[in-house]
């Protein structure tokens, strides 16, 4: 019996000797990746209460785990220490963390003590002594979230949420003529052009149809190579969908969001 407890305390020993911890922490060890200021249904993401709140994805951009106990979250840089985390909490080596900011602590998970405001405002990570991370924010869009892109290390941008995931989220693909095709669509927000790029020409008999946001249709044209652009600077700021379509039977093929600013 002595030898059993001996070798599960050895084990738990082995165990926690291979979780390594970052000791000191510097500005951009942790950074804010990626926040939703306006949310609601129609962007499928909620918190363990199933409401749609605003939320705050930290990415640890280290190789060892990173313990957040001394550490705080604020939207007012007169005060710093507005929300602290909880003793205990860690984000995994190259690993994110959800903080639903929403005023309701008394749910399961992560929840601060501040919204953010769909208007604009200011976000700091930090602990007693060094400031990891900050963003001053302006109006946002309802269900798309400022992302950094490349992921960790970007600037902020405008784009469909990567909720708890690398911001740089895979091309769509699509099966055209029972072949798949990967597309990009870049860049994306856009303000003079818009590329829809294939990495490979498809069989002819494919268009694209753009639309505002309430469903009007903005322009529609044949894509004849593999790479087709269009001119977006003479189009209003805001949420466009693209749409890609077979044109032998009008099969919808792709709808994706595109932002324009």
């Not at 895979?170 to 790029?197: C, M, R, W």
């Not at 189009?235 to 919808?252: A, D, S």
């Amino acid at each position: 019996m002595k030898k059993i407890i001996y070798s599960i305390i050895l084990l738990l020993s082995f165990g926690c000797l291979n979780t390594v911890f970052a000791q000191t922490l510097s500005a951009g060890d942790v950074v804010i990746n990626e926040f939703m200021a306006s949310n609601d249904s129609l962007s499928g993401i909620f918190d363990s209460a199933g409401q749609f709140d605003d939320w705050i994805e930290l990415y640890n951009t280290t190789t060892a785990t990173v313990d957040l106990s001394n550490a705080y979250l604020t939207d007012n840089k007169n005060l710093p220490q507005k929300w602290a985390f909880p003793s205990g909490t860690t984000i995994s080596p190259d690993g994110y963390l959800i903080i639903w900011a929403d005023e309701d602590g008394s749910q399961a998970g992560l929840h601060a003590n501040f919204k953010l405001s769909k208007l604009g405002e200011f976000i700091m990570l930090s602990d007693n002594s060094t400031v990891f991370d900050s963003i001053t924010f302006g109006v946002q869009i309802t269900n798309l979230t400022a992302s950094r892109v490349p992921n960790g290390t970007g600037d902020f941008i405008i784009q469909n949420p990567t909720f708890n995931a690398n911001n740089e989220g895979p091309s769509p693909v699509v099966e055209i003529n029972g072949k798949v095709h990967q597309i990009n669509i870049y860049p994306n927000p856009a303000t003079d052009f818009l590329n829809i790029e294939f990495d490979a020409f498809p069989e002819q008999g494919l268009a694209f149809t753009l639309f505002n946001s309430v469903g009007q249709k903005i322009g529609h044209q044949q894509i004849t190579e593999a790479r087709t652009t269009l001119s977006t600077s003479n189009l209003m700021p805001g949420i466009y969908f693209l749409v890609i379509i077979e044109n032998q039977n009008e099969k919808i093929l792709l709808k994706e969001s595109v932002f324009i600013h």
